[in-house]
């Protein structure tokens, strides 16, 4: 049974930094593709970062330049590094393989307010 646990949200200023991580369990890690996905109240889930098992990146245009993916393979851990957030950016965020495959985890509540 994969098990996917999103942390390291929270409530940051407008212009601050966050950075999320998800652990993954049950699963063969290093041979997927993973992503970052995120949703906001009342809008549809969407996918924000991906990283290929190889370590190619790939980012919503709305993000690009302020957010950077990464992953431990060692760790079964994947990285959401957050910078210059934006009010826009606050949502819930998930992790999931980038086909989305596995089951939802919690995900990690971020809100950006002043």
């Known amino acids: 049974q994969v098990q996917v646990v999103e942390s390291g949200g929270g409530l940051v200023q407008p212009g601050g930094s966050l950075r999320l991580s998800c652990a993954v369990s049950?699963?063969?890690?290093?041979?997927?593709?993973m992503g970052w996905f995120r949703q906001a109240p009342g809008k549809q889930r969407e996918l924000v970062a991906g990283i290929s098992s190889g370590g190619s990146t790939n980012y919503a245009d709305s993000v690009k330049g302020r957010f950077k993916i990464s992953r431990d393979n060692a760790k079964n851990t994947v990285y959401l590094q957050m910078n210059s957030l934006k009010p826009e950016d606050t949502a819930v965020y998930y992790c999931?393989?980038?086909?989305?495959?596995?089951?939802w985890g919690r995900g990690t509540q971020v809100t950006v307010s002043s």
């Open positions: 049950g699963s063969i890690f290093s041979g997927y593709a």
């Open positions: 999931n393989t980038r086909s989305q495959v596995w089951p």
